[in-house]
Nanobody, 120 residues
Framework: VQLQASGGGLVQAGGSLRLSCAVSGGSLSIYYVAWFRRAPGKEREFVAGGYQRYADAVKGRFTISRDNGNNQVHLQMHSLKFEDTAVYYC???????????????????WGQGTLVTVSS
């Protein structure tokens, strides 16, 4: 399966962006999909996954949604902060094989990343 992340860009603090992850080569319905991000100088961190699991840093501001019919997963981001600046990646693994949803090691498939820059 291949993942293609898109939707990143430059936005002012307080603004919104919507990221998309297009899944090809397999049915989205059998995969658990999550979003991770890597900020400059930091480790890759979990952002959101599944239907409604979120990192504390983004709860109440980000929403993950699945469109199984179109094989896409979206990450709607509101009230963006400077510290949200990062390369965002979508990752996937078969349902039932994800042992730790917030660990990058749980996922066998990764998109190429899309850059989100939030200006203060």
């Amino acid at each position: 399966v291949q993942l293609q992340a898109s939707g990143g860009g430059l936005v002012q603090a307080g603004g919104s962006l919507r990221l998309s992850c297009a899944v090809s080569g397999g049915s989205l319905s059998i995969y658990y999909v999550a979003w991770f991000r890597r900020a400059p100088g930091k480790e890759r961190e979990f952002v959101a996954g599944g239907y409604q699991r979120y990192a504390d840093a983004v709860k109440g501001r980000f929403t993950i949604s699945r469109d199984n019919g179109n094989n896409q997963v979206h990450l709607q981001m509101h009230s963006l902060k400077f510290e949200d600046t990062a390369v965002y990646y979508c990752a996937a693994g078969p349902w039932g094989q994800i042992r730790a949803t917030d660990s990058p090691r749980s996922y066998g498939y990764w998109g190429q990343g899309t850059l989100v820059t939030v200006s203060s």
